[in-house]
């Protein structure tokens, strides 16, 4: 597993654009037909920290789970989907 920095976030916004910014990463991952799995515990670990309410974060689990499934069946543009739906609801202030 590769050796990941995390900014320490101070407040819930920075840990929203940390997640931001770090699914942007894994986006261009993909784009670059790069394997972005192991940085997805990262952003799995940033959702936990969000104050979402039950239905956004099962929302945002359920997108980061399909993309790992999606990308185990090398379906990359699935997965690329899943993830910047997951991004465009965490940058605009929600999971959902």
């Known amino acids: 597993m590769p050796t990941t920095l995390i900014r320490t976030a101070t407040t819930i916004e920075d840990v929203r654009q940390e997640a931001v910014?770090?699914?942007?990463?894994?986006?261009?991952?993909?784009q670059r037909r790069?394997?972005?799995?192991?940085?997805?515990?990262?952003?799995?670990?940033?959702?936990?920290s969000l104050p979402?309410?039950?239905?956004?974060?099962?929302?945002?689990?359920?997108?980061?789970?399909?993309?790992?499934?999606?990308?185990?069946?090398?379906?990359?543009?699935a997965a690329r989907f899943e993830l910047q739906m997951l991004a465009g609801s965490l940058h605009n202030g929600s999971a959902m």
């Open 21 to 30: 910014l770090k699914l942007a990463a894994v986006l261009q991952m993909l």
């Open 52 to 77: 979402l309410s039950t239905g956004e974060y099962g929302i945002a689990q359920n997108r980061l789970r399909n993309a790992e499934r999606y990308l185990r069946s090398q379906e990359h543009g």
């Open 34 to 48: 790069n394997d972005p799995r192991d940085h997805l515990e990262t952003v799995r670990s940033l959702l936990e």
